[in-house]
């Protein structure tokens, strides 16, 4: 799912970021990577986008501090993208960036269309159902091949809500909640205490 951060560049700044693609692995021995790409704009992965990498949530890759980086060449891969990027030419200079972000500012993310929400502004914010009360905090979106599932995790456990309008009453940007109306047993079905 999408990733932000705000870890600082050399100069001591560096502007709130969304991820826009997942480094999944290495492809063949000329520093290109298989990218999952997580962005709906046009040419975010084209030759000279520039871009910032950053190691993945757990901090456990080689690749270091987050950092500016400039897309040499891409190209289609099947549903994912083979990408190239400059001063990284051979396979053991990419190998320690498996699970790594491409990000890009926050500022240069377009408004989502009216009704919609990118998963960035759903993450964080407290869930409040208007018969239960306070669900807990939604950590991810998931995509279950069915619809999109929204994990709220608090004092009731681990729930999976599904982002329907049907139980989705709102969602408010500038307090960073969602009121849900959930159907009566779903907390008991789907809830879990692991």
Same mark, same amino acid.
């Given at each position: 799912?999408?990733?932000?951060?705000?870890?600082?560049? *050399?100069? #001591?700044?560096? %502007?709130?970021?969304?991820?826009?693609?997942?480094?999944? @692995? /290495?492809? &063949?021995? !000329?520093?290109? $990577?298989?990218?999952?790409?997580?962005?709906?704009?046009?040419?975010?992965?084209?030759?000279?986008?520039?871009?910032?990498?950053?190691?993945?949530?757990?901090? *456990?890759? #080689?690749?270091? %501090?987050?950092?500016?980086?400039?897309?040499?060449?891409? @190209? /289609?891969? &099947?549903? !994912?993208?083979? $990408?190239?990027?400059?001063?990284?030419?051979?396979?053991?200079?990419?190998?320690?960036?498996?699970?790594?972000?491409?990000?890009?500012?926050?500022?240069?993310?377009?408004?989502?269309?009216?009704?919609?929400?990118?998963?960035?502004?759903?993450?964080?914010?407290?869930?409040?159902? !208007?018969?239960?009360?306070?669900?807990?905090?939604?950590?991810?979106?998931?995509?279950?091949?069915?619809?999109?599932?929204?994990?709220?995790?608090?004092?009731?456990?681990?729930?999976?809500?599904?982002?329907?309008?049907?139980?989705?009453?709102?969602?408010?940007?500038?307090?960073?909640?969602?009121?849900?109306?959930?159907?009566?047993?779903?907390?008991?079905?789907?809830?879990?205490?692991?």
């Amino acid at each position: 799912m999408s990733s932000t951060s705000s870890t600082s560049d *050399a100069s #001591g700044r560096r %502007p709130e970021t969304v991820a826009v693609a997942r480094v999944l @692995r /290495p492809h &063949g021995l !000329r520093g290109e $990577v298989v990218v999952e790409v997580l962005s709906d704009v046009p040419g975010r992965l084209e030759p000279g986008s520039e871009l910032w990498l950053a190691g993945p949530s757990d901090g *456990a890759d #080689g690749a270091g %501090p987050p950092r500016r980086v400039r897309v040499a060449a891409a @190209r /289609p891969l &099947g549903r !994912r993208r083979a $990408v190239t990027l400059e001063g990284m030419a051979d396979r053991g200079s990419v190998e320690a960036l498996r699970g790594a972000w491409l990000e890009v500012e926050m500022e240069r993310v377009p408004p989502a269309p009216p009704g919609s929400y990118y998963p960035h502004e759903l993450v964080g914010c407290r869930c409040r159902d !208007r018969r239960l009360g306070e669900l807990g905090v939604a950590q991810e979106l998931i995509a279950d091949g069915g619809g999109l599932l929204l994990r709220v995790v608090g004092p009731r456990g681990d729930l999976l809500v599904p982002f329907v309008e049907t139980i989705v009453e709102s969602v408010d940007r500038e307090s960073r909640t969602i009121e849900l109306a959930l159907p009566e047993g779903l907390v008991e079905e789907c809830g879990s205490r692991s």
